[in-house]
């Protein structure tokens, strides 16, 4: 990120915890945005209901963003507690 | 001390005098030990509060966990446990789309910013922009950034507690005003953040629980299946199937996609929120603190849509909840309370409503508390007194603004009483995406900003978010009354944040000659260790 930093591993920690940082953000804004767009763009996707049962697209994917939202911090907290963390010392 | 222990002897007496049901009664019960046990704690913390460590982040002696849920408790405010589950009782589907973007939020406060926050700053998320801009320019920008954000959503909250109260327990408005008002101002200014994260806690954890209870009796009669519930619910709603797919709320794309802006970035600029993250004693617990904030809120927004479909079953075609023109008795916002009772009775009931009650009154006083540390570290003591003023005067100017504050919330808690104040909140948000959310991720993150830049920008920014509000289809045509409105959309938070970004980026880059890339890198290897 910046050459006048020496440090290696600092360098490695930037490196890898915007990877980490950035990739997720990335996931969580492009399924959040793709929801928001396909309710304003084409409602009717989310009109469609699972097989057998009385729950829509809408109700579904809605339910799994928040899901999702939730798993991927687990996943942070994990990789940061693992692995970046020790690239702080 | 004695002003708390008179404090609770007032609302005893008084709420179970204005009551005449034996709900009303547990209620006035279950939210007068909630006082008593709040006001113990601050009477405890009062006497830790002298320095600022105590004062403005609980001495950074909270945990993981507890700031998890302190967090949480600042988030799910009344208006999203009673106006997410009313929305969803009335228009089904339209209900998730707030929560969502309510939540998404949270995962990249998380992954962008909680641990630098904690990193770099110490109480005001104006120190962690000071790190690298010229404090007395910056900290005007934050100070204002903050306020403005914590008096509007002030304002929504206020009025909501004075209605809500009205109804619950009988007690005219003015009295829940001052109620609120009083208590909030005791808690802030004698506890500090100690006493305000342990309201915020208790509050948490009650609210959760009930919410739970809830959710658990509604899923209970349809074995557990959310497909069972959703069925039945369009067979009783009057517009049967189509509340379980997009109806009114997003009438186009640009409303849509600002709306979604406002929510995730407002989130990630509420000063109340951001001022958490110092409580705690490392980063490492910051990231922990906002995986179980973001943990907590998903389960609750999940909870209140299980609420809302119940109400929609249980509720409807009920007269003991209709009024003679088939609305919900108290408006579509009492969903939940009416739901409790049709559930479990009196004594859920009361215990429902008094949850509600602290909610209000937890969220009122993080909001105060984040207001007052403005003025009196931001404002006072760095843009005032440049950087020279004792602890001891600093905590006294954080502490009368506190009181300042409050009686600023009850008095225009009282102006707006009846008016539509729900864009308030709408407005906060807005503001909180357009002016304290890009100054913060700039300072982390681009190494060419400047203080010129930021403080421009983010003052524009804050303009046209006030700008757009103000001549939007809520204030300018359902307000004043004019026939179109000049600014088009609703929700003016992808145009606000648009113009904030793109303006402290440009005048930054004309703004060359005040660059310091020196101090920039000092920030980034900063943020990314431990500052001890």
Redesign the interface.
């Known amino acids: ?2 050459k ?2 020496n440090d290696n591993n ?1 360098e490695k ?2 490196f890898y ?1 915007n990877l ?3 990739l ?2 990335f996931i ?2 492009i399924l ?2 793709s ?3 396909i ?3 084409k ?1 009717e996707l ?2 469609k ?2 097989p057998n ?4 697209y ?2 579904f994917s ?2 799994f ?3 999702i ?2 798993f ?3 996943i ?2 994990v990789l ?2 693992l692995f970046l ?1 020790k690239l ?1 010392k | 001390m004695n002003i708390f222990f008179f404090l609770t002897l007032l609302i005893f007496p008084l709420s179970s005098m204005a009551s005449d049901s034996s709900s009303k009664n547990f209620a006035a019960l279950i939210f007068g030990i909630f006082v008593l046990v709040t006001l113990l704690i601050t009477y405890f913390a009062s006497k830790k509060n002298f320095n600022k460590s105590n004062y403005y982040a609980a001495g950074g002696k909270i945990s993981g966990l507890q700031n998890g849920l302190a967090i949480a408790g600042d988030y799910m405010s009344a208006a999203s446990f009673l106006g997410i589950s009313g929305l969803v009782f009335f228009s089904g589907f339209d209900g998730l789309i707030y929560s969502i973007g309510f939540l998404v939020g949270w995962p990249i406060i998380l992954f962008l910013i909680a641990e630098k926050l904690k990193n770099l700053g110490k109480y005001t998320f104006a120190d962690v922009t000071s790190t690298r801009l010229t404090q007395s320019k910056i900290r005007i920008l934050s100070a204002s950034g903050t306020l403005v954000t914590v008096i509007f959503y002030l304002i929504a909250q206020m009025v909501g507690a004075g209605s809500l109260i009205q109804i619950l327990f009988g007690l005219p408005y003015y009295y829940a005003i001052w109620i609120v008002g009083l208590l909030m101002i005791i808690y802030v200014s004698f506890g500090g953040m100690i006493a305000t994260t342990w309201v915020q806690i208790i509050k948490a954890i009650l609210l959760i629980l009930g919410a739970t209870a809830l959710a658990v009796m509604v899923l209970n009669d349809y074995s557990f299946s959310i497909g069972k519930l959703l069925e039945e619910a369009s067979n009783v709603h009057p517009e049967k199937k189509s509340i379980l797919y997009p109806g009114k709320l997003i009438s186009d794309p640009i409303s849509a996609i600002s709306l979604g802006v406002a929510l995730i970035f407002g989130t990630a600029g509420l000063p109340h929120i951001l001022m958490r993250f110092f409580t705690v004693p490392d980063a490492k617990s910051s990231r922990i603190s906002a995986f179980y904030a973001t943990t907590f809120i998903g389960y609750f927004y999940i909870l209140t849509f299980i609420i809302g479909f119940g109400a929609i079953i249980f509720l409807t075609n009920n007269n003991d909840y209709l009024d003679p023109n088939n609305n919900l008795i108290g408006s579509n916002n009492m969903a939940a309370i009416h739901l409790s009772h049709a559930l479990g009775g009196d004594i859920f009931l009361g215990f429902i409503s008094a949850v509600a009650f602290a909610t209000i009154l937890a969220v009122v006083s993080g909001l105060t508390l984040a207001g007052a540390s403005a003025i009196g570290r931001d404002f006072y003591v760095y843009v005032i007194k440049k950087g020279k003023s004792d602890e001891k005067k600093e905590i006294l100017v954080s502490k009368i603004s506190s009181v300042f504050l409050g009686i600023i919330a009850i008095v225009l808690g009282i102006i707006f009483q009846g008016q539509n104040v729900a864009f308030m909140v709408g407005l906060a948000f807005a503001v909180a995406a357009s002016t304290n959310f890009p100054i913060l991720f700039l300072t982390i993150s681009w190494k060419n900003l400047t203080t010129n830049g930021a403080m421009y920008g983010g003052f524009i920014g804050l303009f046209s978010a006030l700008l757009f509000v103000f001549l939007g289809p809520t204030v300018w045509v359902e307000t004043l009354g004019f026939k179109n409105a000049i600014f088009p959309y609703k929700y003016p938070g992808l145009f606000s944040m648009s113009i904030s970004f793109f303006s402290i980026i440009i005048i930054s880059l004309i703004d060359k000659k005040n660059r310091d890339e020196k101090r920039f890198m000092e920030l980034t290897k900063k943020s990314y260790l431990e500052s001890k």
């Not at chain 1, 049962?53 to 829509?56: E, L, Q």
């Open positions: 990120m910046n006048k930093i600092l920690l930037i915890s980490i940082s950035y997720l953000s969580v804004l959040y945005f929801f928001i767009l309710l304003g763009f409602p989310f009109h209901t699972l049962s009385s729950i829509t809408g109700i809605g339910l963003i928040i899901i939202s939730v991927l911090t687990f942070y907290v940061s507690n963390d702080k």
